[in-house]
């Protein structure tokens, strides 16, 4: 329910290569074709036990992930690693009721810790009996922790309330084989000397500001080639490339106050990031943010109108609206349900709509991190219109099916060893009543002064934020900006002002929103929710609200170095 920022995108096509129904016998393709003898055996051998498995299924992630980062001009980390991480599913029951029911696990988990992966040999063609071994040995261990839930689950049936959702634990799809060829690493793979050389430079940027106590910047690939197998007869072999420019600095207030600003620059090639200029004069200008920052005011509780930039527009719709129209997790009667039996109703503004695809690649020249083409249970990812023209339509779905959405879209999401559920992937917001910056911030000044105020916020960055959505704690949102002006209405100057969170429940700011325009912008990041985090895009254009609250945020103690920096 995290969102960790990543605000700019910059164009670059991704050619991809398919062959359908295609598998190669050597290397690392042999993968495939193990899993699948395996899983026959498994699905054969099994269905001999009193409580018998009707599905199961293997995903295998292998990700290649190097990094590079520097500090203040010098490089202080260097790395490249790669993992072949396998996550069996085993479903025992049928179909209408099985051991996931209630987003149950598919094994024992700590809320205290990440799983551990499931890690394979990456030499397939030479491990062949050991992945053989390590797939045996997981399989066999979830099958029986599936029994156990499985059972557990049905004696408990009979003696709580009838749930109010009925409809099936796992649905039919079109089965899919599907074959990419795997990423050329010669032209993929980033060069680590010319990576170092990129990081010292631009972080040394940062020397020329003595108030900066953090000036950091990294260059990050991660490279996934991902594998899904089913005994449906599901397979399925893709890719995914994700590269990232980080710029992260911070100041300390003289109150104590932690002030951090970031770019990063993400792009689907690894020389897609802007010219040397752009991002030096981006560096230069985050510095002289921070500066102007740290001397900024303290802002004190407010409730009225705001101007929400469309970067914080994208993590404000994140976290108010999308985690509440993730499919899955509505199913549970612990969930808050916020929007469960909106459908069809009217949600937001007639003139505003949102949809979430997964198949886009570029909006607006801007790559999204949120596209993939296949989910975590092989099912191709579809754009979902969740609402149209003010009017709420559909959800997020996995192949767990809710009251009147039977069908996945394509939504089954997960970090490398985890179980996975419902997820967001490329969120839009776009208006049909389209008004400029102009507009927007005279009806900024308007709707202050009707309520008497002074004047309204402007929110122009944000950091991230997180929301809960179930019935046991408040069904509330909080994102924390890093950037906020008051707007004044007399027409005096933008104040730059610090040390506020913006808060609020769904449904009161939903009600709120005023109307949209002036830039559209992009805030890719990484997403994190009960399966783990996944990479998410948000696009939004400016948001006008009459009412918000902003409450003080938390703030150190302790207070800038006693001595100078180096």
């Known amino acids: 329910m995290r969102l960790k920022k990543i605000k700019y995108s910059i164009f670059a096509l991704c050619v991809l290569f398919t062959i359908t129904g295609v598998s190669r016998v050597t290397g690392q393709e042999r993968l495939l ?12 051998e099994l269905g001999k036990e009193k409580v018998a498995p009707y599905f199961m299924s293997c995903r295998v992630d292998d990700v290649t992930t190097t990094s590079v980062d520097a500090s203040f001009g010098v490089v202080n980390g260097v790395s490249r690693n790669r993992i072949v991480a396998a996550l069996p599913e085993v479903r025992v029951g049928s179909p209408e009721f099985d051991n996931f029911h209630n987003n149950t696990p598919g094994t024992t988990i700590s809320f205290f810790a990440a799983p551990e992966p499931i890690l394979l040999p990456y030499e397939s063609s030479e491990s062949e ?16 922790y599936g029994v156990a839930s499985y059972q557990a689950m049905r004696s408990a049936k ?28 010669d032209s993929t793979l980033i060069d680590v000397e010319k990576s170092k050389s990129i990081v010292k430079k631009y972080s040394a940027l940062f020397l020329q500001y003595p108030d900066i106590i953090k000036g950091s910047v990294s260059v990050r690939q991660e490279l996934v080639r991902k594998y899904y197998v089913s005994t449906e007869g599901a397979r399925i072999a893709h890719n995914l490339t994700h590269n990232f420019l980080m710029v992260r600095a911070a100041v300390k207030a003289d109150d104590g106050m932690d002030l951090p600003l970031a770019i990063t620059y993400f792009s689907f090639d690894r020389d897609g990031f802007p010219e040397e200029e752009v991002i030096k004069k981006d560096i230069l200008n985050l510095a002289d943010r921070l500066i102007r920052l740290k001397k900024a005011p303290v802002v004190q509780p407010y409730t009225g109108p705001a101007l929400l930039s469309g970067s914080t527009s994208g993590v404000f719709f994140h976290e108010i609206f999308g985690h509440r129209i993730e499919g899955q997790k509505m199913k549970s009667d612990g969930d808050g349900q916020t929007f469960k039996k909106m459908v069809g109703k009217q949600v937001l503004p007639l003139t505003m709509s949102v949809y979430d695809d997964p198949s886009l690649e570029v909006y607006k020249g801007m790559d999204l991190n949120g596209h993939y083409k296949f989910d975590d249970q092989g099912v191709q990812g579809e754009r979902v219109t969740v609402v149209k023209e003010g009017i709420l339509n559909d959800f997020l779905m996995t192949r767990t099916a809710i009251d009147g959405f039977p069908r996945s879209n394509g939504h089954s999401r997960a970090e490398v060893g985890y179980d996975p559920t419902s997820r967001q992937s490329n969120l839009i917001i776009e208006t049909s009543d389209y008004k400029s910056e102009e507009e927007l911030r005279q009806m900024l000044k308007e709707e202050a002064t009707k309520q008497g105020k002074e004047y309204g916020f402007f929110f122009k960055e944000v950091t991230g934020g997180f929301t809960m959505t179930g019935r046991n704690s408040p069904n509330a949102f909080n994102v924390t900006p890093l950037e906020v002006f008051k707007v004044f209405v007399d027409g005096r100057e933008d104040e730059l002002v610090r040390g506020v969170d913006l808060i609020g429940t769904p449904l009161s700011m939903f009600s709120n929103i005023i109307c949209a325009g002036g830039e559209t912008e992009s805030f890719v990041g990484s997403c994190g929710s009960i399966s783990g985090y996944v990479p998410v895009s948000a696009i939004s254009p400016a948001i006008l609200v009459n009412k918000v609250e902003l409450q003080m945020k938390p703030r150190s103690r302790n207070l800038p170095p006693i001595l100078p920096r180096p």
Not at 129 to 144: C, D, G, M, P, V
């Open 33 to 44: 074709d193990v899993i699948e003898g395996e899983l026959k055996i498994y699905i054969k």
């Open 129 to 144: 009996s050991a992945i053989k071994q390590t797939l045996w040995n997981e399989f066999l261990s979830r099958y029986k």
């Open 158 to 185: 009979g003696v709580r309330a009838e749930e109010s959702d009925k409809s099936p634990d796992f649905t039919p799809i079109e089965v899919v084989n599907y074959y990419e060829e795997p990423l050329n690493m």
